[in-house]
């Protein structure tokens, strides 16, 4: 158990809808990471924040959004959903302290089935 | 940009011997960090060795060790007296030390242990 924990487990949903995925983070990390894991297009970072900020973005669609609570749990929203954003959708988190690369550690994942 | 190629998709090894399976990468930084992640039929990702690029010993942690040579961009991850439960999905993931702190992450080997 890496103690990063994600919810939920397993969505299924259709073309069009909205979801949000949520993160907690290791206890004493500052940084959140979302990786988004497809067949096609293998483990892709998407975004990440520190503390509350967003510090980095990767490949991450306009239909895509995610915010970092104070409490530092995160959110990834995902709009207008279409059949080829069916993944498995991680979260990970490190201390994130700057100048030192911490070690990302993982959730569990979400899988996520558009219809 | 980083690159990190796995070329070996699948790969099998009886139980009790050993395994090597090969990742390159490609990048201008001189620091930087690799990493070798596992991911069993659970899905979950789990960390199974890092090194840091500065540093010229290779990693070792219990049963896995790396061959790093960094002139030749080449990070490799042994399994010694393979078990069944090494039975995954490995990815080889790069870092920058500098910049944003975004994995990339190689296609992966499919690692079978045979009983």
């Known amino acids: 158990d890496s103690g990063v924990t994600q919810t939920p487990k397993h969505l299924i949903t259709a073309t069009g809808q909205r979801v949000t995925l949520r993160c907690s983070p290791r206890?004493?990390?500052?940084?959140v990471y979302w990786y988004q894991q497809s067949l096609d297009q293998g483990l892709q970072f998407l975004i990440q924040?520190?503390?509350?900020?967003?510090?980095a973005k990767g490949n991450i669609l306009e239909r895509f959004s995610a915010q970092q609570f104070p409490d530092l749990h995160s959110e990834l929203n995902l709009s207008s959903l279409e059949l080829g954003d069916s993944a498995l959708y991680f979260c990970?988190?490190?201390?994130?302290?700057?100048?030192?690369?911490?070690?990302?550690?993982f959730g569990p994942g979400t899988r996520l089935l558009v219809l | 940009a980083q690159t990190v190629t796995q070329s070996q998709p699948e790969m099998s090894v009886q139980e009790a011997e050993t395994v090597t399976l090969s990742c390159t990468y490609d990048t201008s930084e001189n620091n930087y960090y690799l990493f070798w992640y596992k991911q069993p039929p659970s899905r979950q990702m789990i960390l199974v060795i890092r090194?840091?690029?500065?540093?010229?010993q290779n990693a070792t942690e219990n049963r896995f060790s790396v061959n790093f040579q960094k002139a030749a961009k080449s990070f490799s991850l042994k399994i010694s007296d393979s078990q069944l439960g090494d039975t995954a999905m490995y990815f080889c993931?790069?870092?920058?030390?500098?910049?944003?702190?975004?994995?990339?992450f190689g296609t992966g080997t499919r690692l079978t242990i045979i009983p």
């Open positions: 993931a790069f870092i920058a030390t500098f910049g944003n702190e975004k994995l990339t």
């Open positions: 990970a988190s490190s201390v994130g302290t700057s100048g030192f690369i911490a070690t990302q550690y």
């Open positions: 206890s004493g990390d500052l940084s």
């Open positions: 924040y520190y503390n509350g900020e967003e510090r």
């Open positions: 090194q840091e690029a500065y540093k010229q």
